[in-house]
């Protein structure tokens, strides 16, 4: 059973794989529409809810405490379960547990599959994707435990799983055959296939590599470049609302030289008025800047700093009437960008977070890889990495052929020797790196939910009714940028469902 402790994380990135993923054949759906607890049986306190649906215009809330859904039809197959969850507050944790069994009665042998465990910290909807491709066992549940608050569900489904399944689904099978085959004492011959068999599963996990590093790869840059040139981060920027532009513009006209020498250096991290380029803004930007601003405010518009500032009549009229406005007006508008730069900066976290996580995945499969060639009598040397990353589908079956040649050739010459302890000792190792590869499916799979996420929460933060601002021109700027970014995210959404999903 596998356990998946989560982060609050989670992501958006320009997505060009360069292996696109085939179309999923959904095998079962659960939106929680109008009668849609039909395909559910369930225990404990979960109805239909009206209230915060992720689509559509129902989820299933379940109240705190322990719930369990069955479904009621055998699935057709198994394969990638996908659902939505919605923590009621920050202080919300949750634990799901998903099993299947041959039946859906309580009392059935259910097998556990996988734990989900969220401790809290956000709200909003959140994806959870999980490998099952138990192919024995065709009945779903989930044990939903909730504490602090309640849990809605919503948009649950089983996508048949194209990508390596046959050969975890066969790895069992093939390794238990060759070992009773052993005690059986059965004869060369056939062992002989069996082993051929292994090896040619053996050697088919170097492309299912290929396909998650090629994923990785192409995941890691497109987040780079979207932390790089997110239109988001310019939503957070002072310099692009009008408001800002006018109280940086008033308060010059009351400065002296060297106090607008000062005013240019603090809103110097922003960008260029004059250009009108925008920088990206950091929280720790904000927070220097923001006290430190109003408080140098506050002195250019005192009488006893005007007055002595060698400015005109009207200037100074200009000072004296005006200035407890413009710093009204600058403490409202300060408050409205925090807001906006709160989201933003939260958007950006987990970004940075979706990014290590890849990096991590993509250097343990590389080491992955290299002990599997390894085990296979294959150099893991930077030329054989290559031919198993090439484009050239004839140098990838080469190398391919040469790991599954080794494999049976190795596991048949202990035969020979009689050596059944060596042999056993082989095909366990054998069987432990096949086994392994059911980590990085389940580790893409935590990848890919981080980033449908972060996409979620993305598009509610730009949302028209998130317009955190007051004043008109704030609000069209606002919406302006907002608009870009909903177009951007839509393409990259697009992009990345059709290449990972």
């Avoid at 065709?138 to 390596?164: H, P, S």
């Avoid at 730069?341 to 940075?352: C, G, W, Y």
């Amino acid at each position: 059973m596998r356990r998946f402790v989560l982060p609050v994380i989670v992501s958006f990135s320009l997505c060009s794989a360069a292996v696109l993923a085939k179309p999923a054949t959904v095998v079962f759906s659960s939106d929680f529409e109008k009668s849609a607890l039909t395909p559910w049986r369930q225990l404990g306190e979960c109805q239909l809810s009206s209230e915060q649906p992720r689509t559509g215009q129902q989820a299933l809330r379940c109240a705190a405490g322990t719930s369990s859904l069955f479904s009621r039809d055998a699935l057709s197959e198994l394969g990638l379960l996908e659902f939505w969850v919605l923590p009621e507050t920050e202080f919300t944790s949750y634990r799901i547990q998903v099993l299947v069994a041959e039946r859906n009665t309580v009392d059935a042998n259910w097998a556990p599959v996988a734990v989900i465990e969220h401790h809290g910290g956000s709200v909003g909807y959140q994806a959870h994707r999980i490998s099952v491709d138990d192919p024995g066992r065709k009945f779903l549940r989930l044990d939903i435990e909730a504490n602090q608050g309640f849990v809605q569900l919503d948009d649950v489904q089983v996508e048949r799983i194209l990508l390596a399944t046959a050969l975890h689904k066969n790895e069992q099978r093939i390794i238990s055959g060759i070992l009773d085959k052993l005690r059986r004492d059965q004869n060369i011959e056939l062992q002989s296939e069996s082993f051929r068999t292994l090896g040619s599963n053996y050697a088919a996990q170097l492309e299912v590599q290929r396909q998650y590093l090629e994923y990785a790869n192409a995941l890691h840059s497109g987040i780079s470049l979207v932390l790089a040139s997110s239109e988001r981060n310019k939503m957070s920027n002072p310099m692009a609302y009008a408001t800002f532009r006018n109280i940086i513009s008033d308060t010059r006209r009351v400065s002296s030289k060297i106090q607008q020498a000062r005013l240019n250096s603090m809103i110097k991290p922003f960008g260029d008025l004059v250009t009108a380029t925008l920088n990206v803004v950091s929280a720790g930007t904000y927070a220097a800047f923001a006290e430190p601003f109003k408080s140098f405010l506050a002195a250019s518009f005192d009488r006893s700093n005007y007055q002595n500032a060698g400015l005109s009549r009207a200037d100074r009229k200009f000072a004296e009437e005006h200035g407890l406005k413009i710093y009204q007006d600058a403490e409202r508008f300060l408050t409205e960008l925090e807001r906006e730069l709160q989201q933003v900066s939260q958007l950006d976290s987990e970004l940075a977070t979706i990014q290590r996580n890849i990096e991590l995945f993509r250097r343990d499969l590389e080491k992955q890889l290299r002990d599997t060639l390894l085990h296979a009598n294959i150099a893991s040397s930077k030329e054989n990495i290559s031919r198993v990353l090439s484009k050239d589908e004839k140098v990838r079956q080469s190398i391919s052929s040469a790991v599954a040649g080794n494999i049976s050739l190795k596991a048949g010459s202990y035969l020979n020797d009689g050596n059944n302890t060596e042999l056993i000792r082989f095909v366990l190792k054998t069987s432990e790196l096949l086994e392994a590869m059911q980590s990085y499916r389940d580790g893409f799979n935590q990848i890919t939910a981080a980033m449908l996420t972060y996409y979620e929460r993305f598009e509610r933060s730009i949302a028209a009714e998130q317009n955190p601002f007051t004043e008109k021109a704030d609000r069209d700027a606002w919406e302006n940028h907002a608009k870009k970014a909903r177009d951007y995210l839509k393409q990259s959404r697009e992009s990345f469902n059709k290449a990972y999903l």
